[in-house]
């Protein structure tokens, strides 16, 4: 009887505890989700809609482990918004990208955004170099400013095996310098001798996101939003092959030890099959109302926000007050050299 009672309160115990471990790890993945929600709100306010969600959750994120440090009750949750969500959202991103568009229309523009994406990450490494900057933290903001910014770090973030306050860290640095430079093209525009096509891809090939192209070229209208954003998705698309290179680089040169076991991106997998899924099969066979793709897109947002609330909780600004400062000089001068090239030579 004894026995019988002993294993019913152990049961009972595992049961609590199992119910303990789910309610904690529901409550990180809502605390995440309330800050996302918390930048989303902020963003719809006058001035601060340039810097877009994303960088305000970021930003609050981080704030909120200084004061009050790493809410470690609720690790799992957290942990799991900024490594499976972060996933999901890069999953769900590739639904932005038009492959047919890129293939038929967008070729040209595609020599442009290899050079861009070459010229980025080199030119960062060379300064950091220079600089004696931190190596990893100054790669994913190479990266950031030749592909597609935040997402590009969040993608090639694993296969680097960087730090999560690293990712964070080069996540916000580059929505903010992205939308300086966007607000920057638009007050630059009156002054320049260029067509608005001209203007739409200077900022479809220059700039960091594509919410910064989108922002930058739609003052000049949607000729040069349509062209700009084409150039935009070219460098998105671009991505993909990148990371296989990266997978290689890393387990053929020193950077990665010989027991370290890379995992492959199935992600990135999920991302062309979206890709091709919205290309191909989402108004063609599959009719959908616009309303629709746009809540996809705005869901998407939403759990890249969530992600970069996660790894913003990870930032802790003691350490990488002096880590960070020369990876941004480095990707500061690398930006503003973009943009001078890319505008000399159209």
């Known amino acids: 009887m004894n026995k019988l009672h002993h294993e019913e309160t152990e049961e009972y115990v595992r ?19 309330a800050i996302a929600i918390l930048g989303f709100v902020m963003a719809k306010v006058p001035g601060l809609a340039y810097i ?55 070729m040209g523009l595609l020599v442009r955004d290899i050079g861009t994406i070459i010229f980025s990450i080199l030119l960062t490494m060379w300064l950091a170099k220079k600089l004696k900057a931190d190596f990893s933290l100054s790669l994913l903001l190479g990266i950031g400013t030749g592909i597609c ?27 903010l310098v992205g939308t300086v430079f966007s607000i920057g093209y638009i007050l630059l525009k009156p002054f320049l001798d260029l067509t608005d096509i001209q203007y739409g891809i200077w900022s479809g090939i220059s700039l960091h996101e594509i919410a910064h192209v989108a922002l930058a070229s739609a003052p000049a209208g949607q000729d040069a939003l349509a062209v700009a954003l084409l150039a935009k998705l070219g460098r998105v698309f671009l991505l993909v092959p990148l990371c296989f290179i990266l997978i290689i680089w890393m ?3 020193g950077k990665a030890q010989s027991d370290m076991k890379i995992e492959f991106p199935w992600f990135l997998i999920g991302f062309l099959v979206m890709s091709l899924f919205g290309s191909y099969v989402l108004g063609e066979w599959i009719i959908v109302h616009e309303s629709v793709l746009n809540n996809l897109s705005n869901i998407t947002t939403l759990l890249l926000t969530m992600a970069m609330v996660g790894l913003g909780l990870n930032v802790n600004l003691k350490e990488l007050r002096s880590k960070a400062l020369r990876p941004f000089i480095a990707m500061l001068i690398t930006s503003i050299l973009l943009s001078l090239i890319t505008f000399l030579t159209l």
Request: charged share 15%.
């Open 251 to 253: 387990k053929r040169t």
């Open 15 to 33: 049961k609590s505890e199992t119910f303990t471990k789910n309610l904690l790890w529901l409550a990180g993945i809502f605390f995440t989700f």
């Open 52 to 106: 877009g969600p994303l960088a305000i959750a970021i930003i609050i994120a981080v704030i909120y482990r200084q004061l009050f440090g790493y809410p470690e009750m609720i690790r799992s949750g957290i942990q799991y918004s900024s490594k499976k969500l972060l996933r999901y959202a890069i999953i769900l991103y590739g639904l932005k990208l038009n492959m047919e568009v890129v293939f038929h229309q967008g």
């Open 149 to 175: 910014g935040a997402a590009a770090i969040a993608a090639v973030s694993p296969i680097l095996k960087a730090k999560e306050e690293d990712t964070a860290i080069g996540a916000g640095i580059i929505a």
